[in-house]
């Protein structure tokens, strides 16, 4: 079984910043697409950012300019550091990553609890 875990959420004001972290444990032979997602009340799930094991990265737009994604590979781990933020950016986050236990194992899609961010005066 593979488990991600999330952390950094929490409550912050407009134009503050918070930097989300998530940690794949776990049977993992390899993890190919990390990403994180988010779904505020009333909404549909939405990709926010991805990142390759290569490094390639791909933000939605409302992301660019003011979100970054990154992984340590040796960690198994992902972050999302948010600047700028917005209330509109008030949502549940999401971790996400393709993962398969053995190297003739197919990739799976593995979700996180999700951590809270809101952004709120």
Do not use: H
């Amino acid at each position: 079984q593979v488990q991600l875990v999330e952390s950094g959420g929490g409550l912050v004001q407009p134009g503050g910043s918070l930097r989300l972290s998530c940690a794949a444990s776990g049977s993992i032979f390899s993890i190919n697409v990390m990403g994180w997602y988010r779904q505020a009340p009333g909404k549909e799930r939405e990709l926010v950012a991805a990142i390759t094991s290569g490094g390639s990265t791909n933000y939605a737009d409302n992301a660019k300019g003011r979100f970054t994604i990154s992984r340590d590979n040796a960690k198994n781990t992902v972050y999302l550091q948010m600047n700028s933020l917005k209330p509109e950016d008030t949502a549940v986050y999401y971790c996400n990553a393709d993962s398969r236990r053995a190297w003739f194992d197919r990739y799976r899609q593995i979700w996180g609890q999700g951590t809270l961010v809101t952004v709120s005066s």
